[in-house]
């Protein structure tokens, strides 16, 4: 898929791992293009965004994961206290 055809992720798309533990489809994502796989942890008052590189990243390494994330705009994650952000695609 060329990259005119890929779409910016919101966190709409972005599936929810069920409570109960039972086996669900995560998103595959492209992470400022590294191949990826997405999806959100409930938490009580707090989701938790957990995103599992397929090889590992440079900054982030196999796993990242944060309760404090946004998407201002699509593909565009920014994530922390601070203004750091990701691009990210689906696969």
Not at 70 to 85: A, D, L, N, R, V
Request: aromatic share 14%; charged share 30%.
């Amino acid at each position: 898929m060329d990259e005119i055809t890929q779409k910016l992720l919101t966190e709409k798309m972005i599936p929810i791992a069920p409570m109960n533990g039972e086996k669900f489809e995560k998103l595959r994502i492209s992470v400022d293009g590294y191949n990826a796989e997405c999806f959100i942890f409930q938490r009580i008052n707090s989701d938790k965004i957990i995103i599992l590189f397929k090889k590992e990243h440079p900054e982030f390494g196999k796993e990242f994961g944060t309760k404090y994330f946004q998407f201002k705009e699509p593909g565009k994650m920014i994530w922390g206290h601070s203004t750091k952000y990701m691009h990210i695609k689906i696969a």
